[in-house]
């Protein structure tokens, strides 16, 4: 009677676990796990990895999917044309991008470096999950300009594209959120932790003595909004420049509505910011002197200018240099010649891809 | 003897939490599930809304109706007592140019209902949870790419009274978060009981009407405002205006 009791309490005590365990699990995308890695002394990520769990096969198609043209209207404008590896995923040497029909953007190409720790995206923050962030510019009528069922029948008629969504999501279903999902998924593995300031920081490396000075300067003067270690708060500011009366873009007042966001845009990240020049949301400054002299003198304050800006940031000659010299070691050569983001085997090259090139 | 007693306790209230929410769930899917379909009517003025005719809103003011499309989420039902049950998962795109997108068919274990809730637009959830599939799908055509939430109601016209170019009348309504949010909750009664049963299909008949986006707690002027398409203050007084356009039209039962 006592054992077959014990076995009894025993038995209900499992069905119960388990019972409690089934309900927690979520559904996980098939294919082979890729485990996300935080670099230490990094914050946990903000993207929610349960609902689209990284896979090679996942991570495989976002990477086609990114290099492929044929996510734009004329096939010549895929997301690596703005976005190439070389320039930290931001638009070499290009103040505004190019785009569908010989039309400018009106925003400057950002890198997308650390995407997995953003809440959200564009200049101004308009959107709200990186899996509807590429939906943005494949449909703006300036940049690839495409409508979203037409391109999703391009991808259904494809010889491929049926059996890498088999393979990543478990059908040959091919749909709005599994193309964007598969993209997140490429997008997330841009992770950039390894640039000179990391080594010294992981104690593998020592900053040459301009750079150490530069730190100090640095975070004096400037990490109020580019904290370390994503090198930005994720805040919207107005750092002084004025409207461009052309684009006349004012920035978050956009998407709130609000008018005391007028001409705030989201402080950038730093990292790898030698090579993503040029600069600001429209890309008006041209080198990192430019945006050093911008702070010391030439930006305006006005009625929405950020609080910590109102006497700008003086800077002397000796210590730009010594600025310039620290954010020249925030550069990560082993995020921008990483060949997992580089255009993969069998999509059809692209000349807006290779280093330096112009567009048309 | 008081050990036994004790243990079987433990194994009862074991069992039942083992137990617990299986059979809390197959309770839930054991009753007899009664259809109740809803369909949409959408009209301008007293006159069922035809693409190419011409009307007037209150001010006057001519208009043909070009496209009419919005989301009805979040549906439940009122029971005998007033209670409302919620559907779940229950999301639906009303188009009027899809013939067949302008009736819901859905199940609910009730047997009696008074009245029908439901939201004219899509809940905060979603629109900050990614893409979806299936009516919330952004290819739809009722979502903002470059300021992420869904258009919860669209209106598209032309007016002779429009300075847009091609007189193009233009509302797009959205937002889901303060001060801009455009979400609204619609409750009907029925005014009477709608007695369900599995054998019969009831049909809950629901007119919208368009003129009602033009005035109504807002005076809504063609002349003065030929487009809407972010959320604002203007989209909030248009979207307070047509939160009074639905109507209870007729209510049946057939075998």
Redesign the interface.
């Known amino acids: 009677m006592r054992t077959t009791l014990t076995i009894a309490l025993l038995f209900t005590a499992v069905v119960a676990l388990c019972s409690f365990i089934k309900q927690k699990a979520k559904p996980r995308n098939p294919g082979t796990p890729v485990a996300f890695v935080v670099p230490k002394g990094w914050p946990a990520i903000k993207y929610n990895l349960d609902s689209n769990g990284l896979t090679k096969e996942g991570i495989a198609l976002g990477r086609r999917l990114f290099y492929d043209g044929r996510l734009s209207k004329d096939g010549q404008f895929p997301c690596a044309s703005c976005h190439q590896p070389f320039a930290a995923m931001a638009n070499f040497d290009h103040n505004l991008s190019h785009g569908f029909d010989n039309q400018f953007t009106t925003r400057n190409a950002p890198s997308l470096a650390n995407l997995a720790w953003q809440t959200a995206f564009h200049w101004d923050g308009g959107i709200n999950h990186l899996d509807a962030q590429p939906l943005a510019p494949i449909t703006a009528p300036n940049e690839m300009a495409e409508d979203i069922g037409t391109l999703l029948a391009k991808l259904k008629k494809d010889s491929l594209y049926p059996s890498l969504f088999r393979a990543a999501f478990g059908s040959k279903i091919i749909n709005t959120q599994r193309m964007t999902r598969a993209l997140s998924q490429f997008l997330l593995t841009m992770v950039s932790a390894n640039s000179k300031y990391d080594k010294v920081m992981r104690g593998e490396d020592s900053f040459i003595l301009p750079q150490k000075l530069g730190y100090e300067i640095f975070k004096l003067k400037c990490a109020a909004c580019h904290p370390e270690p994503f090198f930005t708060d994720f805040s919207y500011r107005n750092n002084g420049l004025t409207l461009d009366p052309v684009l006349k873009d004012y920035g978050r007042m956009r998407i709130t509505g609000n008018s005391s966001d007028s001409l705030k845009f989201k402080v950038p990240s730093l990292r790898n910011v030698y090579v993503t020049y040029p600069y600001m949301h429209d890309g008006r400054l041209t080198g990192l002197y430019d945006v050093l002299e911008h702070y010391n003198k030439k930006m305006v304050v006005g009625p929405t200018t950020d609080s910590l800006l109102q006497n700008k940031i003086p800077l002397s000659n000796f210590e730009k240099g010594q600025l310039v010299a620290f954010l020249v070691a925030l550069t990560d050569t082993s995020f921008t010649k990483d060949p997992r983001f580089s255009q993969p085997p069998g999509v059809p090259s692209s000349l807006f891809c290779a280093p330096g090139h112009h567009l048309r | 003897m008081w050990g ?1 007693k004790t ?2 306790m ?2 009862q209230a ?2 039942l ?3 617990g ?2 059979a809390q769930k197959s309770k839930k899917e054991s009753p007899i599930l009664n259809n109740i379909t809803i369909s949409f009517e959408n009209k301008v003025g007293g006159q069922l809304l035809d693409m190419d005719s011409v009307y007037q809103n209150a001010f006057g003011e001519a208009f043909t109706v070009t496209q009419f499309k919005y989301y009805i989420s979040n549906i439940s039902f009122n029971d005998a007592a007033g209670k409302e049950a919620k559907i779940p998962d229950t999301y639906f795109l009303i188009n009027q140019q899809d013939s067949a997108g302008k009736s819901i068919t859905i199940s609910t274990p009730l047997s009696v209902i008074t009245g029908i809730n439901f939201l004219i637009g899509i809940d905060s959830i979603k ?7 299936g009516v919330l ?3 739809n055509g009722m ?1 903002w ?5 869904y258009i919860m109601a669209k209106l598209e016209a032309v007016s002779p009274v429009s300075k847009a170019p091609q007189s193009r009348v233009t509302y797009h309504i959205g937002g889901f978060t303060a001060p ?1 949010n455009a979400v609204k909750k619609i409750s009907l009664p029925l005014g009477s009981l709608l007695q369900l049963h599995p054998a019969n299909i009831s049909r809950i008949s629901i007119s919208a009407d368009i003129n009602k986006w033009f005035s109504g707690a807002s005076d809504i002027r063609i002349a003065d405002h030929n487009f809407c398409m ?4 203007l989209s909030n007084a248009i979207a307070a205006n047509y939160a009074a356009m639905f109507s209870i039209q007729s209510i049946s039962l057939s075998k």
Do not use: H, I, R
């Open positions: 036994l243990k079987l433990v194994l074991l069992l939490l083992a137990l929410s299986p629109n900050v949870s990614g893409v979806q599939t799908d952004p290819l979502f790419t470059w300021s992420t939430g801009y972010n959320p604002g203050s």
